[in-house]
């Protein structure tokens, strides 16, 4: 059974920093498409950044290119998402999901995925 649970969300000031961790059971994220989304109360799932481990390239929504970082610690099967001057618009539940098969130019879409996390709460507010 496949388990992905994330990790690391919290209070946070703008302009502050938080790493989110995301930690796999029963699957190796190495194999894996792994993206991070987010959903904010009304809004719809958005996509923000991806790892495609098949050539360990990344991608990133324009709200967090210069901001975000995803990274992998394969020792540990867990996927990171650095977020540093963080925004009260970054205010969201964080989900990571894996997806057997690189999606492409649609790797920000949320049906490419195959798992998800419960997800973590993340609040930027003073």
């Known amino acids: 059974e496949v388990h992905l649970v994330e990790s690391g969300g919290g209070l946070v000031q703008p302009g502050g920093s938080l790493r989110l961790s995301c930690t796999a059971s029963?699957?190796?994220?190495?194999?894996?498409?792994i993206g991070w989304f987010r959903q904010a109360p009304g809004k719809e799932r958005e996509g923000i950044s991806c790892i495609n481990n098949s050539d360990d390239t990344t991608h990133y929504a324009d709200s967090a290119k210069g901001r975000f970082t995803i990274s992998i610690d394969n020792a540990k099967n867990t996927v990171y998402l650095q977020m540093n001057s963080l925004k009260s618009e970054d205010t969201a539940v964080y989900y990571c999901?894996?997806?057997?098969?690189?999606?492409?130019?649609?790797?920000?879409?949320?049906?490419?995925?195959?798992?998800w996390g419960q997800g973590t709460q993340v609040t930027v507010s003073s």
């Open positions: 999901a894996a997806g057997v098969s690189w999606a492409g130019s649609r790797w920000y879409v949320a049906s490419t995925y195959d798992y």
């Open positions: 029963g699957i190796t994220l190495d194999y894996y498409t």
